[in-house]
Each structure stands twice: as C-alpha cells, then as structure tokens.
C-alpha cells in the first residue's frame, strides 16, 4: 500500500539544494507526486507531496530532517492521504486594481471558492495612489477552474463583482490543451 506525506522546507537558497532534496527522496525509493517551489529574495520554498511505501517514508522522514539540518532548513513533514493531480484543464488570470479597502481580497477569493475556482498563485501589493493619496492596491491572481465552468459566464460575473468593488482590470484565460485564449477587460 502505497503512503504519502507532505513535505514543506524553508531556508537559504544554495546552488544544487533542489537536487539534493529531490535524491534524497529518490534514494529513499519514493516518488514525487507534486511539487512548488520559489525563490523570495535570499531563501526558498519547496512544497511537495511524496508517495512511497510505509518503510520508504518513514525512511524518508528521517533522511530528510537530517538533510535539513545540515544545510540549516526548516522542514514540516505531515502524513496524508488521498492526493489528487491538480485540475489544470482551464487556466485563469486575473488582474485587478483600485482603491485599497478592508475585506476586499476575502471578497474576491470567496467569490472565487462559490464558483469553484480555485487560487494557485496570488502577487498583492498595496500603495498610496500620488493623485488621489489613497490606499491602493494592485493584484494578481492565477487561478484554476475545473472544465464544467463556463469561463464566458465566468468573466461575465467577474466583472461584475470587480465593478461593484470599484476596480479595473481583466481577466484572461485559457484551455490548456488548446492554443485558444480570451482576454476580458472592464
């Protein structure tokens, strides 16, 4: 029977750190069955989920939390189950910008999570605005949809939400086993 675990590590990125973690994981006969990773300034991030026998992770586990801390990374490793491959069927990008107001992510990623849509990679930063001296904010979103959503519809109510928030921006999307791609902006 197959186990899974998923693996966080955090710490200074080091030319060749990815390589070692990821033989680690293959000398531990385990397979990696996705994965994350970024680089924010000096450090990194890598999220990962590991599949492998129960004699493989719990090997695993220990080979890993050394390896850590002799490259000085912080890692959290938690047992789990059930992974599925991430839907990447219908691909959306969203931008938007405005005046910066309290709650206005959650009501935008709410909408989201009631249509089914759900957040892969979010960038926000929030400014003050040289003409009107207000908080602004500028944000983008990748988000991935499952195929039963009708991305025109999407759009349509995207906008919506977006004017009734007081933000411009568009909203771009497309198939990805399919070179077709659509561009809405309001």
Not at 57 to 62: D, F, N, S, V
Not at 115 to 125: F, I, M, Y
Request: hydrophobic share 40%; proline share 1%.
């Amino acid at each position: 029977m197959k186990h899974q675990v998923i693996v966080n590590i955090l710490g200074p990125d080091k030319l060749g750190i990815l390589s070692e973690i990821s033989a680690c994981v293959h000398e531990k006969c385990c397979n990696i069955l996705d994965s994350r990773h970024a680089i924010y300034g000096q450090d990194f991030s890598l999220s990962m989920i590991v599949e492998g026998t129960l004699s493989a992770i719990t090997k695993l586990e220990m080979a890993l939390s050394a390896l850590c801390i002799e490259h000085d990374l912080l890692s959290m490793i938690k047992r789990t189950s059930g992974h599925a491959k991430q839907n990447l069927e219908q691909l959306v990008h969203l931008e938007f910008a405005g005046e910066d107001t309290a709650g206005l992510i959650q009501k935008v990623t709410t909408f989201l999570a009631n249509n089914k849509v759900s957040v892969s990679a979010l960038r926000q930063k929030t400014f003050t605005d040289m003409t009107t001296h207000k908080q602004s904010v500028k944000c983008k979103m990748v988000l991935s949809a499952p195929k039963e959503v009708d991305l025109i519809a999407f759009d349509s109510e995207v906008k919506t939400l977006m004017c009734s928030l007081g933000l411009s921006g568009k909203v771009t999307h497309n198939e990805v086993k399919e070179e077709n791609e659509h561009i809405e902006s309001w």
